[in-house]
Protein backbone atom coordinates (compact mmCIF):
# COMPACT_ATOMS: atom_id res chain seq x y z
CA UNK A 1 0.00 0.00 0.00
CA UNK A 2 1.42 3.56 -0.89
CA UNK A 3 -0.72 5.14 1.06
CA UNK A 4 0.20 8.01 3.13
CA UNK A 5 -2.22 6.40 5.73
CA UNK A 6 -1.11 2.70 5.92
CA UNK A 7 -1.67 0.85 9.63
CA UNK A 8 2.08 1.77 10.44
CA UNK A 9 1.80 5.36 9.54
CA UNK A 10 -1.55 5.79 11.47
CA UNK A 11 -0.69 3.91 14.10
CA UNK A 12 2.54 6.18 14.37
CA UNK A 13 0.64 9.43 14.25
CA UNK A 14 -1.48 7.91 16.73
CA UNK A 15 0.78 7.54 18.84
CA UNK A 16 2.62 11.18 18.04
CA UNK A 17 -1.25 13.14 18.80
CA UNK A 18 -1.39 11.31 22.36
CA UNK A 19 2.18 11.94 22.93
CA UNK A 20 0.98 15.90 22.08
CA UNK A 21 -2.22 15.54 23.90
CA UNK A 22 -0.58 14.60 27.35
CA UNK A 23 2.72 17.27 26.57
CA UNK A 24 -0.04 19.94 26.42
CA UNK A 25 -1.35 18.44 29.38
CA UNK A 26 1.86 18.50 31.37
CA UNK A 27 2.72 22.09 29.82
CA UNK A 28 -0.63 23.21 31.19
CA UNK A 29 0.00 21.87 34.49
CA UNK A 30 3.66 22.99 35.08
CA UNK A 31 4.38 25.31 33.31
CA UNK A 32 0.96 27.11 33.59
CA UNK A 33 -0.01 26.18 36.82
CA UNK A 34 -3.41 25.06 35.86
CA UNK A 35 -3.36 22.36 38.49
CA UNK A 36 -5.57 18.85 37.29
CA UNK A 37 -8.53 17.70 39.32
CA UNK A 38 -9.10 13.98 40.27
CA UNK A 39 -10.79 13.01 36.72
CA UNK A 40 -8.54 15.23 34.68
CA UNK A 41 -5.75 12.89 36.24
CA UNK A 42 -7.64 9.59 35.37
CA UNK A 43 -8.66 10.90 31.67
CA UNK A 44 -4.64 10.45 31.22
CA UNK A 45 -4.77 7.18 31.62
CA UNK A 46 -5.65 6.01 28.62
CA UNK A 47 -2.55 8.44 26.60
CA UNK A 48 -0.28 6.25 29.03
CA UNK A 49 -1.93 3.03 27.91
CA UNK A 50 -2.70 3.68 24.62
CA UNK A 51 0.48 5.30 23.70
CA UNK A 52 2.79 2.43 23.70
CA UNK A 53 0.06 -0.06 22.13
CA UNK A 54 -0.18 2.24 19.29
CA UNK A 55 3.62 2.03 18.93
CA UNK A 56 3.39 -1.55 18.75
CA UNK A 57 1.06 -1.67 16.48
CA UNK A 58 3.51 0.25 14.34
CA UNK A 59 6.12 -2.06 15.01
CA UNK A 60 4.21 -5.09 14.43
CA UNK A 61 2.77 -3.89 10.92
CA UNK A 62 5.53 -5.17 8.45
CA UNK A 63 6.01 -8.39 10.67
CA UNK A 64 2.83 -8.90 11.58
CA UNK A 65 -0.13 -7.21 10.07
CA UNK A 66 -2.58 -9.32 12.20
CA UNK A 67 -0.99 -8.74 15.32
CA UNK A 68 -0.88 -4.79 14.40
CA UNK A 69 -4.65 -4.76 13.45
CA UNK A 70 -5.39 -6.56 16.29
CA UNK A 71 -3.05 -3.81 18.31
CA UNK A 72 -5.03 -0.70 16.26
CA UNK A 73 -8.10 -2.35 17.49
CA UNK A 74 -6.83 -1.85 21.19
CA UNK A 75 -5.87 1.00 20.70
CA UNK A 76 -9.20 2.26 19.22
CA UNK A 77 -10.68 0.78 22.31
CA UNK A 78 -8.53 2.49 24.71
CA UNK A 79 -9.03 5.79 23.53
CA UNK A 80 -12.96 5.09 22.98
CA UNK A 81 -12.76 4.94 27.13
CA UNK A 82 -10.95 7.69 27.23
CA UNK A 83 -13.75 9.81 24.72
CA UNK A 84 -16.34 8.34 27.59
CA UNK A 85 -14.00 9.77 30.17
CA UNK A 86 -14.23 13.16 28.64
CA UNK A 87 -17.52 13.09 28.09
CA UNK A 88 -18.71 12.00 31.47
CA UNK A 89 -16.09 14.88 32.98
CA UNK A 90 -17.25 17.58 30.69
CA UNK A 91 -21.30 16.59 31.65
CA UNK A 92 -19.92 17.14 35.49
CA UNK A 93 -18.50 20.43 34.41
CA UNK A 94 -21.88 21.52 33.15
CA UNK A 95 -23.84 20.35 35.53
CA UNK A 96 -25.75 17.67 33.72
CA UNK A 97 -24.77 15.01 36.01
CA UNK A 98 -23.20 14.59 39.95
CA UNK A 99 -19.18 13.62 40.03
CA UNK A 100 -17.52 11.74 42.16
CA UNK A 101 -18.06 13.30 45.81
CA UNK A 102 -14.42 14.02 46.62
CA UNK A 103 -14.26 16.92 44.15
CA UNK A 104 -17.47 17.76 43.57
CA UNK A 105 -20.54 19.32 45.29
CA UNK A 106 -20.46 21.55 49.04
CA UNK A 107 -17.67 22.02 50.37
CA UNK A 108 -18.22 20.80 54.34
CA UNK A 109 -17.42 24.11 56.36
CA UNK A 110 -14.92 22.75 59.49
CA UNK A 111 -16.46 22.66 62.77
CA UNK A 112 -14.34 25.86 64.39
CA UNK A 113 -12.25 27.75 62.82
CA UNK A 114 -9.24 26.47 64.31
CA UNK A 115 -9.78 23.27 62.22
CA UNK A 116 -10.41 25.56 59.60
CA UNK A 117 -7.08 26.37 59.63
CA UNK A 118 -5.43 23.58 60.28
CA UNK A 119 -7.52 22.43 56.81
CA UNK A 120 -6.08 25.20 54.85
CA UNK A 121 -2.95 23.41 55.54
CA UNK A 122 -3.27 20.25 55.18
CA UNK A 123 -5.89 19.69 52.16
CA UNK A 124 -6.17 21.45 48.84
CA UNK A 125 -8.95 20.25 46.62
CA UNK A 126 -9.00 20.85 42.88
CA UNK A 127 -12.74 20.78 41.81
CA UNK A 128 -14.04 18.41 39.35
CA UNK A 129 -17.08 20.55 38.73
CA UNK A 130 -15.52 23.69 37.69
CA UNK A 131 -13.73 24.78 34.18
CA UNK A 132 -9.93 25.33 34.80
CA UNK A 133 -9.61 26.35 31.14
CA UNK A 134 -11.67 27.01 28.47
CA UNK A 135 -9.60 27.14 24.55
CA UNK A 136 -12.51 28.08 21.72
CA UNK A 137 -14.98 27.73 24.10
CA UNK A 138 -14.15 24.10 25.00
CA UNK A 139 -13.05 22.92 28.25
CA UNK A 140 -10.41 20.70 28.62
CA UNK A 141 -11.93 17.89 29.36
CA UNK A 142 -14.11 18.15 26.30
CA UNK A 143 -11.26 18.81 24.19
CA UNK A 144 -10.28 15.26 25.72
CA UNK A 145 -13.50 14.07 24.71
CA UNK A 146 -12.89 15.35 21.26
CA UNK A 147 -9.09 14.56 20.68
CA UNK A 148 -9.30 10.92 22.15
CA UNK A 149 -12.72 10.02 20.29
CA UNK A 150 -10.62 10.99 16.94
CA UNK A 151 -7.49 9.05 18.07
CA UNK A 152 -10.08 5.73 18.23
CA UNK A 153 -11.65 6.50 15.18
CA UNK A 154 -8.60 6.90 13.34
CA UNK A 155 -7.49 3.27 15.16
CA UNK A 156 -10.44 1.98 14.34
CA UNK A 157 -9.80 2.90 10.65
CA UNK A 158 -6.69 1.58 10.55
CA UNK A 159 -7.63 -1.93 12.42
CA UNK A 160 -10.04 -2.53 9.29
CA UNK A 161 -7.33 -2.00 6.71
CA UNK A 162 -5.65 -5.10 4.97
Known amino acids: MNSLFT ?3 TALIIALGALATIGGAWFIELVLGVK ?23 YAAKPAPN ?9 AIIFLIGAGMGVYHSGVE ?14 PQAAAMG ?3 KSLDTVRVIRCDEVAMR ?9 N ?7 ALAAGLAARTR
Request: glycine share 10%; aromatic share 8%; proline share 10%.
Open 94 to 107: EGLWKGPADCTGPI
Open 115 to 117: DFL
Open 7 to 9: PRN
Open 135 to 143: IFGLSLASW
Open 67 to 75: IARALLALT
Open 36 to 58: PCPLCLEQRLPYYAGIPVALAAA
Open 145 to 151: AVIAGGL
